[in-house]
Every structure is written in structure tokens, then in C-alpha cells.
């Protein structure tokens, strides 16, 4: 059972475009949300991460908005650019720490 | 503060033989992880350590899949036989226990082709 669903699997967007990554989840036991970046060859690296007491996070260019009610939470690349190009996971934690990833997002930044 | 390490970085073997994969956590770190990354998804966990205990593997095929880790640092995860659906990434991830500390971090993985 896929708790996490993630949308779109792909995104092309121009540079200094917004970058829109969608996530919705089903077991409300999940009590932690964190985004991951993933390089081709490399392992995932938390890029900023939500709890659900909390509507919205920024770090920088990047944004997590969290709708509780909804089941759902975004993350939002603000002027996107090509060093951005990565897979992105979201992903959902539960008292026990275990991470429930959704399916990625492969994110093009276009010159 | 030295990352997640792993080996090797890149495995191939033929179906039914044996492999075995090493991951040495951040310093410090009681919480480890192995997860399965299937070629366009997601990692999936298959087994957390708390120290050197098993805390969930659930999702380990027990049947040819074994993992431990002696003296709650190092760990070793072996497929024996390995199938060609075992082709994939295998992840390392390790965490601190401290209070509120749930990020967790991720070493470069193992590349396994199952041939």
C-alpha cells in the first residue's frame, strides 16, 4: 500500500520559474515531513523537513506548505535554477522513525 | 563530521550467488537503516537497528535477506541467493537518538545488478 502518493513523476520548469512538487499522504499517525534531494549516484539529502503544528517552512528558496486538514503538503522551489535539476522525495515519519518515501519527482531546470 | 560510508559502491553478480554490503553510520549515531531503491521509485526501508537491536524488518525477505549489527556501529547486509529483482540501490542511513533528532542522514549507496 503506497501511503505516500507524489506528483507530477516529472517537471520541467524554466529558470527562474517556481518549481511545484505535490504530496499527499493517508495514515495520520505521520507526525514528520521532510523533502529529500537526490544527484544521479548519490544518496538522498534532507532538504528541509515539516511537522504538522506547523502550516508553512522556508529555507531559503525552498518552501514547504502543510495542510493538515487536507492530508497534503507541497514544496515549492522559488526561482528555480539548473543546479536544481534532482530527483525530489517526500517523505513521512511516524513515532517509530521509519520514513515512508512517495515515488519522486525528477525536476528539469531549463538555461 | 564524516558522512554515512558504504561498499562497495558498485556490485554486479549472477542470480543465485551471495553478496554482501558494509556501512559504517555518522559517529555517534544509534539509529541505522537499510533501505532498497528500485531503479524510478522511492527507497524503501527494510530494516532499522537501535544499536545493535532490531527495532522493525518487517520488510526484509527474510527468506534470502539477512542484516546485523555487531557492537551497535558497523552493519552488514547479505543477499543469499540473490534473485534479479534484488537489482537496486541499497541505502545506509543512520540517526541520532537525541530528543527531537529524527533527520536522518543518507550514505551513497551500493549499485547491485543481478545478472
Known amino acids: 500500500q503506497q501511503q505516500v502518493k507524489q506528483s507530477p513523476q516529472s517537471l520541467i520548469v524554466q529558470k527562474g520559474g517556481i518549481s511545484i512538487i505535490n504530496c499527499a499522504y493517508e495514515n495520520t499517525a505521520f507526525d514528520y515531513f521532510p523533502w529529500y534531494q537526490q544527484f544521479p549516484g548519490k544518496g538522498p539529502a534532507l532538504l528541509i523537513a515539516?511537522?504538522?503544528?506547523?502550516s508553512e517552512k522556508k529555507e531559503g528558496r525552498f518552501t514547504i506548505s502543510f495542510n493538515k486538514s487536507a492530508k497534503q503538503f507541497s514544496l515549492h522551489i522559488m526561482d528555480s535554477q539548473p543546479g536544481d535539476s534532482a530527483t525530489y522525495f517526500c517523505a513521512a515519519m511516524s513515532a517509530g522513525n521509519m520514513l515512508t518515501f512517495g515515488g519522486g519527482t525528477r525536476l528539469m531546470v531549463k538555461p | 563530521e564524516a558522512g554515512v560510508a558504504q561498499s562497495p559502491r558498485y556490485k554486479i553478480i549472477e542470480k543465485r550467488q551471495s553478496v554482501a554490503f558494509w556501512c559504517n553510520p555518522i559517529s555517534g549515531h544509534a539509529t541505522l537503516y537499510w533501505y532498497q531503491q528500485i531503479l524510478g521509485q522511492g527507497p524503501k526501508l527494510l530494516i532499522q537497528f537501535q544499536n545493535n537491536g532490531v527495532v522493525d524488518d518487517s520488510q526484509l525477505p527474510k527468506d534470502r535477506f539477512s542484516a546485523e549489527r555487531l557492537k551497535g556501529v558497523d552493519s552488514t547486509l547479505k543477499i543469499q541467493p540473490a534473485k534479479l529483482e534484488d537489482s537496486a540501490v541499497y541505502l545506509c542511513?543512520?540517526?541520532?537518538?537525541?530528543?527531537?533528532?529524527?533527520?536522518?542522514?543518507f550514505g551513497p549507496g551500493t549499485r547491485l545488478t543481478v545478472t
Open positions: 542511513a543512520s540517526s541520532s537518538s537525541g530528543q527531537g533528532r529524527r533527520e536522518q542522514y
Open positions: 515539516i511537522r504538522p503544528d506547523v
